[in-house]
């Protein structure tokens, strides 16, 4: 099956940097990823939809100057906390649409947990 | 705006049990639902998917349901383990905003 590839799996930063997730389709060509924040005890909220070669389009709510995501080719889509603070601590996954199969099911990567000190 | 709802939000039964879970969308016009697991820090764990021509799906012990005119999914595990033990959700793709989301979730925990 498809495999969506998410880097790093965890990370811990000060307060003030910067992160960057990545997340790799490795053996499909995905026009759309998604990313998704999840809270504790908590269901998966859509941040933002990323479409290969143009900008994301953000949910409601989301700071786009905040989560930076840059969908530069078919296999890979990033997404950057910038100055990150506590409240940007929470776990971050991403998933890829296989751009053969349509509107089809989307395969997620493995999650990034972020704790910003 | 599509909206998903599960019910209930958690769940504690014996080993052995049949269980229902149950998923409520809003807006009908869906491509398909999803039912995923997660368990605790991890991702997701695809289980089922059902295309919104379908009325079901099956796979092993899992079986799920689906009533896109009514707004309505079930996943049914029957003989429940404890390795069942996790985080559900379901998810719907498409209608207007042909987007994945995401309902509130089920826990469940399974006692052996």
């Known amino acids: 099956g498809a495999v969506v590839s998410q880097h790093p799996s965890r990370v811990i930063c000060k307060s003030g940097t910067s992160v960057k997730i990545e997340c790799r389709s490795l053996?499909?060509?995905?026009?759309?990823m998604f990313w998704y924040r999840q809270f504790p005890k908590k269901s998966l909220m859509l941040m933002a939809t990323?479409?290969?070669?143009?900008?994301?389009?953000?949910e409601q709510g989301v700071e786009k100057d905040k989560f930076l995501i840059n969908h530069a080719s078919l296999t890979l889509s990033t997404l950057t906390v910038t100055s990150a603070h506590p409240e940007d601590s929470s776990f971050y996954i991403c998933?890829?649409?296989?751009?053969?199969?349509?509107?089809?099911?989307?395969?997620f990567g493995s999650g990034t947990q972020l704790s910003v000190l | 705006k599509q909206e998903v709802t599960q019910i209930p939000a958690a769940l504690s039964v014996p080993e052995g049990e049949n269980l229902v879970l149950n998923c409520s969308f809003t807006?009908?016009?869906?491509?398909?639902l999803q039912w995923f697991r997660q368990d605790p820090g991890k991702g997701l764990t695809s289980l089922l998917l059902?295309?919104?021509?379908?009325r079901e799906q099956t796979s092993g012990r899992l079986n799920a349901s689906l009533d896109k005119s009514s707004g309505r999914s079930t996943l049914y595990i029957a003989a429940s383990q404890p390795g069942d033990s996790a985080t559900y959700l379901c998810?719907?793709?498409?209608?207007?905003?042909?987007?994945?989301?995401f309902g509130t979730g089920t826990l469940l925990a399974v006692q052996p």
């Open positions: 998933s890829a649409r296989d751009r053969r199969k349509g509107n089809e099911k989307l395969f």
């Open positions: 053996d499909f060509q995905a026009t759309t």
């Open positions: 990323s479409n290969e070669g143009s900008k994301a389009t953000y």
């Open positions: 807006d009908s016009a869906i491509y398909n």
């Open positions: 059902i295309q919104s021509s379908q």
């Open positions: 998810a719907v793709y498409g209608g207007a905003t042909n987007k994945l989301i």
